[in-house]
């Protein structure tokens, strides 16, 4: 069972270019999220779904956009990448039943020169 | 306007001993809190949660405690062991929302051999 995976783990983007980070989760899921935490700093909800087709915007959307065509995936696009994105990206996702407790996959370390 | 608040971004116990780590929170409408566990290059792992009908939730050595009336939330680990060195965040959500949480900044804790 390999739960929440997310890829790539690194990534250098020069200013201006454009990317996907990945997030697939194979536990059927029906909410993801995707975080971002800053040195020193807790983790900043940026969009989450509660089933495909049907994405919000979290705490700090600007820059990022998301798709949820399938359950399983959940990508986030960066456009016009700025060095105010470097940071460690963290998707998650949860049931409709749990205790809210979260499964994360390991993080993307994205770094904007 | 940081909705939780942890305060202390580090502390360092002896093993064996108690841990208390320590949650602020300002929104009233959170009714279910939740801490996670982080070690360096890993996502977050979920650790215990308490719901607001609650003032205690035990699992083990983590005991969580909550005072609603001072907004406050804590972890106690006992005894402490020194593969409790991570850093922990404290969470807080309203169970009516789309479950996403509200994270404090965290709090290194080192557990001395």
């Known amino acids: 069972n390999a739960g929440v995976t997310q890829t790539p783990k690194f990534r250098i983007l020069k200013i201006g270019q454009s990317m996907t980070l990945q997030c697939t989760q194979d536990m059927n899921h029906n909410y993801m999220y995707w975080y971002r935490q800053d040195p020193g700093m807790g983790l900043k909800l940026i969009y989450y779904s509660v089933g495909a087709g049907i994405t919000d915007k979290g705490e700090v959307p600007n820059g990022y956009n998301v798709s949820r065509s399938t359950t399983e995936d959940f990508p986030l696009r960066l456009e016009l990448a700025a060095p105010s994105q470097t940071s460690v990206y963290f998707c998650a996702s949860s049931d409709r039943v749990s205790n809210y407790g979260y499964t994360f996959g390991s993080g993307t370390r994205l770094t904007v020169v | 306007d940081q909705q939780v608040k942890q305060n202390s971004p580090s502390l360092s116990v002896q093993e064996g001993r108690i841990s208390i780590l320590n949650c602020d929170y300002t929104?009233?409408?959170?009714?279910?809190f939740l801490w996670y566990k982080k070690y360096p290059a890993e996502g977050p792992t979920f650790l215990i949660s308490i719901s607001s009908i609650k003032d205690k939730n035990e699992d083990g050595r983590f005991t969580v405690f909550l005072n609603k009336s001072a907004k406050h939330l804590s972890l106690h680990i006992v005894p402490s062991q020194p593969g409790d060195s991570a850093v922990y965040f404290c969470?807080?959500?309203?169970?009516?929302?789309?479950?996403?949480?509200?994270f404090g900044s965290g709090t290194q804790l080192t557990v001395l051999p």
């Open positions: 969470a807080a959500t309203n169970s009516g929302s789309a479950r996403q949480l509200t």
């Open positions: 929104n009233s409408m959170f009714d279910y």
